[in-house]
């Protein structure tokens, strides 16, 4: 069997066919638009009628119980909303133990149909297989609350036409179209004495996971990835700090296990104070654990300024600063071939405002130059790290990984000067991602930036941290960049936790287009 609807609701459909996921955030228009794609399709290819139309009526029954639910334009419909809206087209999506997405792009359309009508046919009505419409590499995936599955097929888009699998029992993975047909093959000859319409047993489930995860002779399997920890505004020191620590450190090291580099966007101390230096030097020797390495650092304001602010000469107290192990220049990673620009944007303006004045850009400049006259980073992903934010706040235009409104303050005490040229000098430079933190809310900026020379642009991504500790009873946060050298091509996981301990979970996701780095 098989359906086939939009990629950007593939998401949607990962929850449909979980028994244990919670309803990801979707508007009510997207809601809307993807109800529609199921309740007019032609496309759902199935040897039995009365399941087609089971679909579409469910679709409908849906869309009619959507009609009486006021639609924002910008804001996510309630959870409780979204499970009683597909509670009906759950139960028609939900009983079958084998899950098949093909993905790819538009010229892969032959190769993918020739592979859909194989898995669609597997033995016993087991599979189903779920085709998302194509999608250019060229284009930017964002998705918020994303299941492991959509996340294991939106990080591979450099292997695309290829397959994701899930599993009933939650187990996914993505495989380029030629190993998954081989896959498909070996499950199909597996299946074969299965008895129509009984679900895989969880044994049986078991076998299949172990077929999907074998090497295949002679296929070339998952090129390896580079990974980032992004951490900020830790604000070592205080009560919420002290607490969450440990918390942290474990929830990572479980997740992810080691890292290839680990980057901490300022704001180290809650003040700058040697006990607070001691405490989170303690913090940092536990972190080093993931990495065998010193993180890259850079200063926030709290690092420098009593309660993080400075009004002439009042709150300025930067000794500290002198004995923290900050990165300066260019940080370089050989063997994840990284490149790390780090900035002081603490270093001029007063209250809570930052800046990268021109001589800092002039030094980065000089060093970078340097490197490119012996190649060093040609071929690097380059990053750039500061503590400011450089686009501003305006809650009703972010993206919403936590609740904009969360934030509560003055832009004007807190921005970044002159933000418009340090843009301008980075998109110039080939630095295609910005990492920064302050505003204690986890942040995703995709613009074109003008280039320094006043021609052509850039496509930049910025990406803001929340707070990794929860300072100020905030939820807690990190970033997971995963990088492949091999074909220039990374994404952005967006980690929250709501700060009372029910655990990570995965709030965004961004895949920008390949080769964008």
């Not at 009609?67 to 028609?92: F, G, Y």
């Not at 397959?163 to 187990?171: D, E, K, R, T, V």
């Not at 803001?464 to 905030?474: D, E």
Request: hydrophobic share 35%; proline share 5%; net charge negative.
């Amino acid at each position: 069997m098989s359906l086939f609807f939009d990629l950007a609701s593939t998401n949607m459909v990962a929850y449909l066919i979980s028994k244990e996921l919670s309803p990801p955030r979707i508007k009510g228009e997207d809601l809307e638009h993807f109800l529609k794609s199921l309740a007019l399709s032609d496309r759902i290819v199935s040897d039995d009628p009365t399941w087609s139309s089971n679909i579409r009526w469910a679709a409908n029954e849906s869309l009619e119980k959507l009609q009486h639910i006021e639609l924002s334009r910008t804001d996510a419909l309630k959870s409780k909303e979204v499970r009683l809206l597909l509670h009906p087209l759950a139960q028609n999506l939900s009983h079958f133990s084998i899950y098949i997405f093909p993905i790819g792009e538009s010229q892969d359309s032959e190769l993918l149909d020739h592979f859909s009508h194989d898995a669609s046919h597997l033995p016993g009505h087991s599979a189903l297989v779920l085709t998302p419409a194509s999608q250019h590499r060229d284009t930017n995936a964002q998705i918020l609350d994303p299941s492991d599955a959509v996340k294991n097929g939106m990080k591979a888009r450099d292997q695309w036409p290829g397959a994701i699998f899930l599993l009933s029992n939650g187990n996914s993975t993505f495989l380029p179209v030629e190993e998954a047909h081989a896959k498909v093959a070996r499950i199909s000859d597996y299946l074969g004495w299965h008895p129509r319409y009984h679900p895989l047993d969880a044994a049986e489930l078991q076998r299949v996971w172990a077929t999907l995860s074998d090497r295949e002779p002679g296929v070339s399997r998952e090129r390896h990835r580079r990974r980032l920890l992004h951490l900020s505004d830790l604000h070592v020191g205080s009560k919420s700090a002290a607490q969450n620590q440990q918390y942290l450190q474990v929830s990572i090291a479980r997740q992810f296990g080691k890292v290839d580099e680990i980057i901490i966007s300022g704001d180290l101390y809650d003040q700058p104070l040697k006990k607070h230096r001691q405490s989170y030097e303690r913090f940092i020797n536990q972190m080093e654990l993931l990495t065998n390495k010193k993180p890259v650092v850079v200063p926030g304001n709290h690092d420098q300024r009593i309660f993080g602010n400075r009004f002439l000469t009042l709150g300025n107290w930067a000794r500290p600063l002198v004995h923290l192990d900050w990165s300066r220049g260019i940080h370089r990673n050989p063997d994840a071939k990284m490149a790390f620009f780090c900035f002081d944007s603490c270093r001029h303006e007063d209250l809570a405002r930052g800046r990268v004045g021109r001589e800092q850009l002039i030094e980065m400049a000089t060093k970078f130059d340097t490197a490119n006259l012996r190649d060093e980073i040609a071929d690097y992903l380059r990053i750039a790290v500061l503590h400011h934010h450089p686009y501003a706040y305006i809650p009703e235009r972010e993206i919403n990984i936590l609740d904009p409104r969360g934030w509560r303050g003055r832009e004007q005490f807190v921005e970044m000067r002159e933000a418009d040229e340090f843009l301008s000098w980075c998109a110039g430079r080939g630095i295609g991602l910005i990492l920064h933190g302050h505003k204690h809310i986890p942040r995703l900026v995709v613009d074109e930036v003008p280039m320094g020379d006043g021609f052509g642009r850039r496509q930049v991504t910025t990406v803001g941290c929340g707070t990794s500790l929860g300072a100020n009873g905030s939820p807690l946060s990190f970033n997971i960049i995963e990088w492949s050298p091999d074909t220039q091509s990374w994404s952005v996981d967006f980690q929250i936790d709501r700060g009372d301990g029910q655990g990570f979970r995965s709030a965004a996701f961004q895949a920008p287009p390949v080769g964008a780095a």
